[in-house]
């Protein structure tokens, strides 16, 4: 079954992951199915990696199986994305075989989604800022760990949709377990948003979510 979960979180978010089992002409064709007209963002011919292509219609299968009166995803001049014809807020991540969505009503949200990879650790100077980077190391360079930072900060980004450096987005430090809660600061010009974020350790991949509410 292609919608390999559905779940109502407690802050009123849902959240949705499609696991890839279909083939391209079969993910295509159940797309075709759906009726949707396509606007001048829909350019999935134009991707060269198959993967691509295929993420780009599990998203709109996912979207249409779990998102009321789903018309379709358009993206705004900074590249995020959000629905046609509806104020429900979206997230959307994919990574190899998988695509999840976060959506709200109301809120804005940020999910991501990332199979478990070593070539991680090749950039870990790029987004830990020297008190993640000390924690880190304190707690023997675990993967998971490594893979929660990156995560987070790549939901809180998707929350503020540009302007927002990934070392800006300041963690508290939190317990390494199968799945758990975190604190996230993020820094922006206009003040500091603080940010509840949860993950989950998934058997291949690491899953985080984020519904913000400034009130």
Same mark, same amino acid.
């Given at each position: 079954? !292609?919608?390999?979960?559905?779940? @109502? ?22 797309? =075709? ?11 999935? =011919? ?7 292509? $295929? /993420? ?11 998102? !009321? ?7 705004? /001049?900074?590249?995020?994305? *959000? ?45 830990? @800022? ?44 939190? !317990?390494?377990?199968? /799945?758990?809660?975190?604190?996230? @600061? ?6 500091? *948003? ?7 350790? $998934? ?13």
């Amino acid at each position: 079954m !292609p919608l390999s979960l559905k779940e @109502n979180l407690p802050d009123g978010s849902t959240l949705c992951v499609w696991t890839i089992t279909e083939t391209e002409n079969e993910l295509k064709s159940r797309f =075709e199915g759906l009726g949707l007209e396509l606007n001048e963002n829909d350019t999935v =011919e134009s991707y060269r990696i198959a993967r691509k292509r $295929m /993420q780009w219609y599990a998203a709109r299968l996912l979207s249409a199986e779990c998102v !009321p009166d789903f018309q379709g995803i358009y993206y705004d /001049q900074f590249g995020a994305p *959000h629905l046609v014809e509806s104020d429900i807020c979206v997230s959307y991540s994919h990574s190899h075989d998988k695509v999840a969505l976060l959506f709200h009503s109301d809120h804005e949200v940020g999910v991501d989604i990332q199979r478990k990879d070593e070539k991680l650790k090749r950039i870990e100077d790029k987004f830990l @800022n020297p008190e993640e980077k000390k924690r880190y190391e304190a707690n023997g360079h675990a993967l998971e760990e490594l893979h929660i930072l990156w995560g987070t900060k790549e939901a809180v980004f998707k929350v503020h949709k540009h302007h927002l450096p990934f070392k800006k987005i300041k963690t508290e430090s939190f !317990p390494l377990d199968r /799945q758990g809660q975190l604190v996230a @600061n993020a820094h922006r010009f206009d003040g500091t *948003h603080r940010h509840v974020l949860n993950y989950r350790l $998934m058997d291949d991949s690491v899953l985080i979510t984020t519904c913000y509410n400034e009130a």
